[in-house]
């Protein structure tokens, strides 16, 4: 059973920073495809950015450019940095893992005020 915890949520002001951060509870960390999405308030949830095991990112156009996903294999961690927050990125944040499975965190609240 794979377990993914999530840290980092807040409230922040436009324009500021968050580092959100998800600890995998795997055997092989690197196996899995490590993902965050997010589900805006009244909205379905939509990915946000995603990395291989390789390392190969993936991110969704509104977040290019300010938000930086990494992943640590010595600590089973998968990083979100977010830079340049916009009220339009409030929302509950969930970190993913996708083996042949996928998985999800509780979700973190993230709020940027105007």
């Known amino acids: 059973q794979v377990q993914l915890v999530e840290s980092g949520g807040g409230l922040v002001q436009a324009g500021g920073s968050l580092r959100l951060s998800c600890v995998a509870s795997?055997?092989?960390?690197?196996?899995?495809?490590m993902g965050w999405y997010r589900q805006p308030p009244g909205k379905q949830r939509e990915l946000v950015a995603a990395i291989t095991g390789g390392g190969i990112t993936n991110y969704a156009d509104s977040v290019k450019g300010r938000f930086t996903i990494s992943r640590d294999h010595a600590k089973n961690t998968v990083y979100l940095q977010m830079n340049s927050l916009k009220p339009e990125d409030t929302a509950v944040y969930y970190c993913?893992?996708?083996?042949?499975?996928?998985?999800w965190g509780q979700g973190t609240q993230v709020t940027v005020s105007s």
């Open positions: 795997v055997k092989i960390f690197n196996i899995y495809t």
């Open positions: 993913n893992a996708a083996n042949i499975q996928m998985y």
